[in-house]
Antibody
Framework: EVQVLESGGGLVQPGGSLRLSCVASGFTVSTYAMSWVRQAPGKGLEWVSGISGRGGITYYADSVKGRFTISRDNSKNTLHLQMSSLRAEDTAVYYC?????????????WGQGTLVTVSS | SSELTQDPAVSVALGQTVRITCQGD??????ATWYQQKPGQAPVLVIYGKNNRPTGIPDRFSGSSSGNTASLTITGAQAEDEADYYC???????????FGGGTKLTVL
């Protein structure tokens, strides 16, 4: 059974850092594109960052480029999102999502999300 | 532009047909993908590609496209279809994914 499970969210001060993790089961993260999608409280979905399958090409939304880094640990079948210089507007539930094919945005599996709160 | 525009809210009578639309320049060259999200839950993929439904999605859900507008049609809406619906696509550069602002569907 395919599953993704996020962790690492929490309360962090503005300017701080946090690393999110997404453990996958039922498939190999290195062979599928994966993305992080966030949702601020009461707001819509926002794509944050993605990484392609075998090539490992990374993509970032303009709002996080230069502050966030997506990576994966193939040995642990895990996706990460390293977030730095965090701002209040980064407060959101962060979802990890598996892409059905390449970097298509066809997210067929989602985790339940992890909440990141940026506040002093 | 790199935006997808959706109507904030749409309502439909139980058993009737409703169309939810998504507009954007990127849709001239790529299909929209559609997601359903219920309160407190993660989004669920309902339509991808030209008009494909993942396993488990009822056939009352269908997708179509014309010019810069994509549509999600629910034929015979059920009470359980009440949810937020989001479209997405790759932008014109191909290096970003973009979501529409979402449409809140109310089934009366």
């Amino acid at each position: 059974e395919v599953q993704v499970l996020e962790s690492g969210g929490g309360l962090v001060q503005p300017g701080g850092s946090l690393r999110l993790s997404c453990v996958a089961s039922g498939f190999t993260v290195s062979t599928y594109a994966m993305s992080w999608v966030r949702q601020a409280p009461g707001k819509g979905l926002e794509w944050v960052s993605g990484i392609s399958g075998r090539g490992g090409i990374t993509y970032y939304a303009d709002s996080v480029k230069g502050r966030f880094t997506i990576s994966r640990d193939n040995s642990k079948n895990t996706l990460h999102l390293q977030m730095s210089s965090l701002r209040a507007e980064d407060t959101a539930v962060y979802y990890c999502a598996k892409d059905y094919v390449s970097f298509s945005g066809w997210f067929d599996y989602w985790g339940q999300g992890t909440l990141v709160t940026v506040s002093s | 532009s790199s935006e997808l525009t959706q109507d904030p809210a749409v309502s439909v009578a139980l058993g009737q047909t409703v169309r939810i639309t998504c507009q954007g320049d990127s849709l001239r060259n790529s299909y929209a993908t559609w997601y359903q999200q219920k309160p407190g839950q993660a989004p669920v993929l309902v339509i991808y590609g030209k008009n494909n439904r993942p396993t488990g999605i009822p056939d009352r859900f269908s997708g179509s496209s014309s010019g810069n507008t994509a549509s999600l049609t629910i034929t015979g809406a059920q009470a359980e279809d009440e949810a937020d619906y989001y479209c997405n696509s790759r932008d014109s550069s191909g290096n970003h994914l973009i979501f529409g602002g979402g449409t809140k569907l109310t089934v009366l």
